[in-house]
């Protein structure tokens, strides 16, 4: 009930394409659904970020689509270029409480490679 | 200042020496997070210290010892380690300790090597 899954495990994209990566979750308790971006060597970096009460939140290239009956969301980077080759992992996390702290389940993660 | 920083960013070290990896943010954030990261594969929790105490412990062996001296600092002590603890370890932090949103940054990490 904790798990992300998390698909494709590495997608190829052409530049200028969309490159699409999906989520789904089991615990209906989770209300954040953050996306982070990986280069080589590098630690996360938060690319995104959506909550449950919204079906797709946009930010320049990179959108998130969510589906709460279906407990499904995506990434979709638009106009995909070079630099987006990294791995890309969702995550979802609840508050474990009103005191605690927040737990980041994370997705198995997505190889993207951007070609010319 | 908005990055979480780490030091050192490579350290090798044989089983039976004692390391510390080192972690700071000025970010005001309350709460901090050790990570361990192998290869192709997603961070995994290891501590989580939440206004400098320790509130997660993820079943993490002794051999490693979390410490959060102030607000600002992590360290994780390194003892008696084994060749499989070798990883990408990973400081992340955040600001608020419970609500919703709550934005975990992470640091470059630190490359263990264990011989």
């Known amino acids: 009930q904790q798990q992300v899954k998390q698909s494709p495990q590495s997608l190829i994209v052409q530049k200028g394409g969309i490159s699409i990566i999906n989520c789904a979750y089991e615990n209906t308790a989770f209300d954040y659904f953050p996306w982070y971006q990986q280069f080589p060597g590098k630690g996360p970096a938060l690319l995104i970020a959506i909550r449950p009460d919204v079906s797709e939140k946009k930010e320049g290239r990179f959108t998130i689509s969510f589906n709460k009956s279906a407990k499904q969301f995506s990434l979709h980077i638009m106009d995909s270029q070079p630099g987006d080759s990294a791995t890309y992992f969702c995550?979802?996390?609840?508050?474990?409480?009103?005191?605690?702290?927040?737990?980041?389940?994370f997705g198995t993660g997505t190889r993207l490679t951007i070609i010319p | 200042d908005t990055e979480v920083t780490q030091t050192p960013k490579h350290l090798v070290m044989g089983m039976t020496n004692k390391k510390s990896l080192k972690c700071e943010q000025h970010?005001?954030?309350?709460?901090m997070y050790w990570y361990k990261q192998k290869a192709k594969k997603p961070p995994e929790l290891m501590f989580v210290?939440?206004?400098?105490?320790?509130?997660i412990n993820e079943s993490v062996p002794s051999r490693f010892s979390p410490e959060c001296p102030n607000s600002s600092l992590l360290n994780l002590h390194l003892h008696a380690l084994q060749p499989e603890d070798s990883a990408l370890y990973l400081c992340?932090?955040?600001?608020?300790?419970?609500?919703?949103?709550?934005?975990?940054?992470f640091g470059p990490g630190t490359r263990l090597t264990v011989l």
């Open positions: 992340a932090s955040s600001q608020r300790t419970s609500g919703v949103g709550n934005e975990q940054f």
């Open positions: 970010m005001g954030h309350r709460a």
């Open positions: 210290y939440s206004y400098e105490k320790l509130s």
């Open positions: 995550a979802a996390s609840m508050a474990l409480s009103n005191f605690g702290n927040e737990k980041l389940t």
